[in-house]
């Protein structure tokens, strides 16, 4: 019953994008949206995230970046060729282009998923990096999460949670 009613949502999404998105998004992110433009965190939200975060999770986030960065950089896998009798071998590391995180939330924040997720991503060439996580019943997620998605180089951060999230980043919507 629950792989149909996950496959019913994301059929719906991929034929009706938008319009599915904000019907799933009232029903089960309690988020009584009217327009689909509000999903989007704005530059004023993420001024306001950033003044809500303590000198010290904000230290901490920081230097988590760091380290994660740094370890990151050892991790990422390079393009190489050799040649030899006659014959070609290599490996071409191409980077994706647009990836899709998803940061749970509810009875607690994790930005540790949004570091982990965002900054291998940034490392590996990802240019286009798009953030979902469920909104509370006000259509706010969690300060630190907006931050550290700014912090770690998010082109999008979007109020949006569960398997409708997720068909919304495989499938896309305009």
Request: hydrophobic content about 35%; charged content about 25%; glycine content about 6%.
């Amino acid at each position: 019953k629950v792989q149909n009613n996950v496959d019913e949502i994301i059929s719906d999404i991929r034929e009706n994008g938008d319009n599915s998105l904000v019907r799933f998004i009232r029903k089960f992110d309690d988020y009584n949206i009217k327009n689909i433009k509000k999903i989007v965190i704005t530059p004023n939200e993420i001024k306001k995230a950033y003044k809500c975060i303590d000198k010290l999770q904000l230290t901490s986030l920081k230097k988590s970046i760091k380290r994660i960065r740094d370890f990151s950089k050892k991790q990422k896998s390079s393009s190489w060729m050799s040649k030899k009798d006659g014959s070609i071998l290599g490996e071409k590391v191409t980077p994706i282009e647009t990836v899709g995180i998803y940061v749970p939330a509810g009875k607690a924040s994790y930005p540790s998923t949004v570091l982990m997720n965002t900054i291998p991503a940034k490392i590996a060439g990802c240019q286009d990096i798009v953030l979902c996580s469920p909104p509370n019943k006000n259509g706010k997620i969690a300060d630190e999460i907006i931050y550290a998605a700014q912090l770690c180089g998010c082109t999008k951060i979007l109020k949006v949670g569960g398997i409708q999230a997720i068909a919304g980043l495989t499938f896309g919507t305009k």
